[in-house]
């Protein structure tokens, strides 16, 4: 059973950086989607940024220009670094990856596999 396995979280005053990763075991497929989404108590699921098994990336507006997503060509491992942090950026992230390439990236309902997260915190 595919599982993916989040590191990287931790706390970090306002203006610093932290960079989390994705590892997808046992996922063999070649079109995949994984992306990376955050929670906050009392708030929705929100997403943050998405990448292609073929490079493509999707970044939202909130991070854009601070955060950057990439991954491990060969496997389907994702990372985010997030620079420049905020303490609205304090949640807990998750990552999720998804058969194929079809779908609204930001959606959480079109993934198929999720971790169980990372807490992110960030004091001002």
């Known amino acids: 059973q595919v599982q993916l396995v989040e590191s990287g979280g931790g706390s970090v005053q306002a203006g610093g950086s932290l960079k989390l990763s994705c590892a997808a075991s046992?996922?063999?497929?070649?079109?995949?989607?994984m992306g990376w989404f955050r929670q906050a108590p009392g708030k929705e699921r929100e997403a943050v940024a998405a990448?292609?098994?073929?490079?493509?990336?999707s970044v939202a507006d909130s991070v854009k220009g601070r955060f950057t997503i990439s991954r491990d060509g060969a496997e389907a491992t994702v990372y985010l670094q997030m620079n420049s942090l905020k303490p609205e950026d304090t949640a807990m992230y998750y990552c999720?990856?998804?058969?194929?390439?079809?779908?609204?990236?930001?959606?959480?309902?079109?993934?198929?596999?999720w971790g169980q997260g990372t807490q992110v915190t960030v004091s001002s």
């Open positions: 046992k996922y063999t497929g070649v079109f995949y989607r």
């Open positions: 990448i292609r098994s073929d490079g493509s990336t």
């Open positions: 999720a990856l998804r058969h194929g390439f079809g779908g609204d990236w930001s959606a959480p309902g079109i993934y198929n596999y």
